[in-house]
C-alpha cells in the first residue's frame, strides 16, 4: 500500500468544479428500494453523540464475524485461496495473519479488479452514478458518495458483505472534536491538518447537497446522504483506499487487502498485477504460520498515520517520522514589508511550517531562516532567498551567507526551543500515562485520544531534541570558531605592537 497510500498526504481537492451542469438525466431508471434507515441531520459537535447510533451499517472494529462473511462471500466470488486469514491482532485489531509458511519475494492476494471498487464501479442506483458523471464530481467525492448510496441499499448491493466488515466508526482524526484537537494537539501542527480536511470534508459535502443533492432528492435523500454519512465514508477512504499505479493510478478500495495493517519495518506495498491479473503484493520478508502479515502504508510520520489512520506507531519505530516547525517573521521586522512581498511572490507565508526529520532539515527551511534575519543591506537578495525557500527554483538550491549563519541558526533554535515548550507542557499536563491502546474499545475515548495525543506529541517533540541538540552543537562550534580567530588576530596584533 505504500505506493498507493502517497495519495493521502497529497493536497486534496475535495470541492467541485464551479460549474455544474444541471441537465436532468436522460434515461430514468426505477431506483432500488433503500432500506429505512435513520441518519441524523448534520451535526456541529461531532463527537456530542456518538456515531455508532447513527451509521446504521459496518460494524465494530474488531469484528470477526462480519469479517469470516466477508472472507465467504470473496470466495464465492472469485477471490482464489489464500495463504492468509483474518483474525484479532495485537496491531490493529483485526489483520490478516500468515495460515503457512511464507517466504519473502512471494505475491499474495490475488484480487480480481471484479473485487475492487473504483470511480468506475457499477452503481445500484445507476441513475445515481449518471447524475455524478454528468456533472463532474471527481472521484474521491464520487467514492464517498458511493459508499453511502450502496451502503444504504444493505443486502441489496452487491458489496453489502464487504460494507458489513467495515468499521462503523473509523478511527480517523474526522471524528476529533475542535475541542479535543485544540486540546490534545495544540502543540502540534497536525491539529491544523486535521482542520484542514475536516474542513475539506464538510465543504464538499455542502458543495455536493447544494448543487446536486438538492435538485434530485430522490435519488440522494437528505437521510442518508448527510454530513454523518460523509464523515464516515470518507474516513473509510482515508484509511482504505489505495493508489493501484500499474492500473493507471486508479485509486480504489480492496476488500480483503484492506484488511492488512501497516508496519514501518516493511517496504512492500498493493499493486496491479498485470500478469496474474489480480491486486497483489510482494512480501519483503519471511512469515511463519499465525504471524501478521503487514504492507507499508507509505513513508508517513506518526502524524500523518494519526491523521489518516487513527494510529501512531511505537516510539522510534518509523523511519519516516517528521516534525513540522512554525518559523515566523516578525512585524517589528525592519524589512517586513519587502520580506513578507517576497514572500508571497514565492507562494510562502510570514509563518511557514517546513519539516524536519531525525536527520535533519532541507535546506528551504535554513534558506528561510536566512531571510528572516537577514539586514536591510541584503535586500536585493531578498527575492532570490525567498525563492529557494519555497523550493520553486530551478537554480542552484543551496545558498550560503557565512555572515548570516550564525544569526540564522539561532533563529532555527528560538523557534525549535518555542515549539519543544510547547510540546513539554501539554505532556507535563497530560500526566505520564501508561495505558494499552491497543484495545481501545475499552478504553474511555477521552483517554484513548489522550494518549493517541501523548505518543504523538513524545515523537515529534524526540525530533525537536535532537535538532535542538544539533543547533545548539554548531552555533557552539561556529562562537568557539570566532573566539578562536579573534584570539589569534589578538595574538597577531600584540605581535606587531
Ligand atoms: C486498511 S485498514 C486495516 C484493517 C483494519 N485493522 C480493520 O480491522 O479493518 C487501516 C486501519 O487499521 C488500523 N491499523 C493499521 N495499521 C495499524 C498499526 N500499525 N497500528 C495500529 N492500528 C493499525 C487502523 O485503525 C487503520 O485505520
Sequence with gaps: MAEACRMFHTALTLTLPPSFSQTPSRHSQPI?????????ISTTDTA????????????????????????????DSGLPPQKMGIERVEVGERGLVALKNIRKGEKLLFVPPSLVITADSEWSCTEAGEVLKRNSVPDWPLLATYLIGEASFMQSSRWSNYISALPRQ???????????LDKYLEASQIRERAIERINDVTGTYNDLRL???????????????????FKWSFGILFSRLVRLPSMDEKIALVPW?????????????????????????????????SEQVFISYGKKSNGELLLSYGFVPREGTNPNDKVELLLSLKKSDKCYKEKSEAMKKHGLSTSQCFPIQITGWP????????????????????????????????????????????????FILDSCEASISKYSKFLQESGSMDLDVTSPKQLNRRVFLKQLA???????????????????????????GELRALRIFDGFRKLFK
Design 170 to 180: 473509523p478511527y480517523s482524526l474526522l471524528y476529533w472534536t475542535r475541542a479535543e
Design 454 to 480: 501523548v505518543d504523538l506529541c513524545t515523537s515529534e517533540r524526540r525530533i525537536l531534541f535532537r535538532t535542538q541538540y544539533i543547533l545548539r552543537r554548531r552555533l557552539r562550534d561556529i562562537r568557539s
Design 32 to 40: 432500488p428500494r433503500r432500506h429505512p434507515i435513520r441518519c441524523s
Design 211 to 229: 448543487r446536486i443533492f438538492s435538485k434530485h432528492p430522490h435519488l440522494f435523500p437528505e437521510e442518508v446522504f448527510n454530513m454523518e454519512t
Design 257 to 289: 487487502a484492506d484488511m492488512l495493517n501497516h508496519s514501518c519495518e516493511v517496504e512492500t506495498f498493493l499493486d496491479y498485477d498485470k500478469s496474474s491479473q489480480g491486486v497483489v503484493f510482494t512480501t519483503d520478508r519471511t512469515y511463519q504460520p
Design 48 to 75: 456530542k453523540t456518538s456515531v455508532t447510533q447513527k451509521i446504521p451499517w459496518g460494524c465494530e472494529v474488531d469484528s470477526l464475524e462480519n469479517a469470516a462473511l466477508l472472507q465467504k462471500w470473496l470466495s
Design 363 to 410: 535546506l528551504e527551511l535554513m534558506a528561510y531562516a536566512y531571510l528572516v534575519v537577514s539586514p536591510p543591506s541584503m535586500s536585493q537578495h531578498f527575492e532570490e532567498i525567498a525563492a529557494v525557500a519555497s523550493n520553486k527554483t530551478t537554480s542552484k538550491k543551496d545558498i550560503r551567507y557565512p555572515e548570516l549563519e550564525e544569526q540564522a541558526l539561532q
